[in-house]
């Protein structure tokens, strides 16, 4: 059975070779937390995340980025606890090694090192953009149906991914652009969608980042095939990803990754404006 063939979930230390660092951290930072009197919630607030990402760092789960353990150090009145790891967390990110099924990895392992990212999704919010609820709702209803070791661990490693948004001028750019239908869809319920929204909002606020929204009523719609990414690689060279019932496709074929390129085009320019679309998801998250 498939959810035999699963290993038990790594966390980000033990698939990094830091054994015990970001679960050690992640408890450090939870006791702190408490004892300055911040929920989750709260806390995430102050330092740019949401609950759900708090709870997975808290864990040893998600791993905590440099720039989060140096806001948390100054809030918490760590006295430098938490910012002296700083150096350790960094080499841990350096030696950080993709971790996902066999048939994900060589995308997986470029959209890592990529220039430049650009999705286009008219079914689920993207990989990158999930939250761990979310996520972990998708996984729930895969079929044929995961284990819970099985599910963990392919929400551990979704979130891993989302170390490719770099804070600073280092940074790949990013574009999404989200079909409508992807923000009305509650997947996992309503507090998992209300989450999720916020995510988008939140994601979407970053300086390398532009996310549209290709609103429902427009009467033409260039990529009725499904979902692709576009992806610039380290040497400049631009490639292709599709994926239809995990059965994946890296495109390098040019006038195939020119012609979805070109609807990539397309589709941006007839999307709402990043800012108007960032008010949309907004009010949708309001109504909810």
């Known amino acids: 059975m498939q959810e035999e063939r699963e290993r038990r979930p790594e966390t980000p230390a033990e698939a990094d070779g830091t054994t015990g660092l970001f679960t050690a951290l992640g408890k ?39 720039e989060v353990l ?30 996902h099924p066999e048939w994900y990895r060589g995308y997986a392992d470029l959209e890592s090192q990529a220039k430049a990212l650009h999705v286009y999704s008219n079914q689920l919010v993207p ?3 999930q939250t761990e609820g979310y996520s972990r709702a998708v ?18 490693d979704r979130m891993a991914r989302q170390q490719v948004f770099q804070p600073g001028g280092s940074s790949p750019t990013f574009s999404f652009v989200l079909d409508e239908s992807v923000l009305l869809r509650p997947i996992g319920g309503a507090e998992v969608h209300a989450a999720q929204m916020q995510n988008l909002v939140r994601i979407g606020s970053f300086r ?43 495109i390098t074929d040019a006038e195939e990754v020119r012609v979805l390129s070109e609807r990539y085009g397309l589709l941006r320019a007839q999307a709402l404006r990043p800012s108007e679309s960032l008010d949309l998801i907004d009010k949708l998250r309001g109504s909810l």
């Open 28 to 66: 450090m930072l939870k006791r702190l937390r408490e004892r300055k009197g911040l929920t989750q919630k709260e806390f995430g607030v102050l330092v740019g995340y949401g609950p759900d990402a708090i709870s997975s760092m808290e864990r040893g789960v998600r791993l905590i980025r440099p």
């Open 70 to 99: 140096e806001k948390a150090d100054a809030l918490l009145d760590a006295g430098g606890m938490l910012a002296d790891a700083i150096p350790e967390v960094r080499e841990a990110m350096s030696r950080a090694r993709t971790r």
């Open 127 to 129: 990989g990158l953009l």
């Open 139 to 156: 996984f729930s209803q895969w079929r044929p149906l995961l284990g819970e070791e099985a599910i963990e661990k392919r929400v551990v």
């Open 208 to 250: 390398a980042v532009e996310l549209q929204v290709m609103p429902m009523d427009r009467e033409e719609q260039p990529s009725m095939d499904g979902p692709f990414n576009l992806l610039t690689a380290r040497k400049g060279e631009q490639v292709a990803y599709v994926e239809i019932h995990t059965y994946p496709r890296l």
